[in-house]
């Protein structure tokens, strides 16, 4: 099936993200947002975003204008109608998502392909939220999706070959190395990440070493491009936290089991980068 148009539902850390590959890669984006003001901010971020990699000379001028005239931000649910292709990447959480579903199978056309963006709950819950289990998957990307090259294309066992055919391609044409996994908690890169994160958090509440060190460690001893506490703040504390008792609600593997502290942090509101406090404080940076 021929992608021409792409929706993006949910405009925080990872929607905007995607929603700016897709634009990149040529598609028109439907982008759609809750509330006209994060719809507009989504349009503001994405204008800054292409304004930098201009001002770096990663893209031209006129790609800037192209990219922003492909991609339009609504609120209605039933603009994305025609859409050949939607990702929802709203909170990570599942009742929220099912309902989601249900609402997208019944205002988008029989051929649209619903996709999830979810890091570690079950698709076919999702898929079976609709009429058409067949034509769901996952389509999850990594943050920053514009700079990550990973795409994990996630299989349901509704799931058709044409449905992860087209989202493979999909992800191809936006230039993302696309892997196939199946319908399972955590996929490839977070059922083996989040041990090592949940461990990193343990280590840190246990006053083994301060946060610099422990994430100044996993840099110069393992070559990791961020320490695990900076890595966590990126994903976002109350994603991380939602991916464990995921991971864990799956498997029973107390590897997976939250570490007590985080799950205070994200009851005391600190989310990470995106809240301005979470291992580090961003309001002073
Ligand atoms: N943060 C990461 O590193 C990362 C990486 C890959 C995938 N993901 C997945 O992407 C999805 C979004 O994560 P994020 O990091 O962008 O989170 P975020 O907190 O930045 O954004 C969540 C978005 O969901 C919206 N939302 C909340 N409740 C909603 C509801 N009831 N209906 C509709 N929208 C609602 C919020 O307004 C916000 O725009 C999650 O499924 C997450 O697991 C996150």
């Known amino acids: 099936m021929s992608v021409k148009?792409?929706?993006?539902?949910?405009?925080?850390?990872?929607?905007?993200?995607?929603?700016?590959v897709a634009a990149k890669a040529g598609y028109e984006v439907?982008?759609?947002s809750r509330g006209q003001a994060t719809a507009d901010a989504?349009?503001?971020?994405?204008?800054?975003?292409?304004?930098?990699?201009?001002?770096?000379?990663?893209?031209e001028e006129a790609e800037r204008d192209a990219c922003l005239s492909r991609v339009r931000a609504v609120t209605d649910l039933g603009e994305l109608a025609e859409c050949d292709l939607v990702i929802e990447s709203i909170v990570e959480d599942l009742p929220t998502k099912?309902?989601?579903f249900t609402e997208l199978d019944r205002v988008c056309g029989d051929a649209t392909i619903l996709a999830t963006n979810t890091s570690t709950l079950p698709v076919i819950e999702m898929a079976m939220e609709t009429g058409r289990p067949d034509r769901i998957c996952g389509v999850h990307f990594f943050n920053?999706?514009?700079?990550?090259?990973?795409?994990e294309v996630v299989r349901a066992i509704t799931t058709s070959d044409e449905t992860i055919a087209t989202a493979k391609g999909f992800a191809e044409t936006c230039d993302k190395n696309a892997v196939l996994v199946k319908d399972q908690a955590g996929f490839i890169v977070n059922a083996l990440l989040f041990p090592y994160l949940n461990n990193a958090v343990r280590l840190y509440d246990a006053g083994v070493a301060t946060r610099e060190d422990i994430d100044a460690a996993m840099q110069g001893g393992c070559n990791f491009p961020m320490g695990p506490l900076a890595l966590l703040d990126l994903?976002?504390?109350d994603t991380s936290?939602?991916?464990?008792d995921a991971l864990y609600a799956e498997f029973r593997d107390p590897n997976y089991a939250a570490v007590p502290a985080l799950r205070r942090m994200v009851t005391a509101g600190q989310l990470g980068r995106k809240s301005g406090m979470g291992f580090?404080?961003?309001a002073k940076k």
């Open 42 to 59: 989504m349009v503001a971020g994405l204008e800054k975003s292409l304004a930098k990699q201009v001002e770096k000379a990663k893209i």
């Open 30 to 32: 439907v982008l759609r």
């Open 235 to 237: 994903v976002g504390l």
């Open 98 to 100: 099912k309902h989601l």
């Open 5 to 20: 148009r792409v929706g993006v539902v949910g405009s925080g850390i990872m929607g905007s993200g995607i929603a700016e």
């Open 280 to 282: 580090y404080d961003y």
């Open 241 to 244: 936290l939602s991916i464990l």
């Open 144 to 151: 920053p999706a514009p700079m990550m090259a990973l795409v």
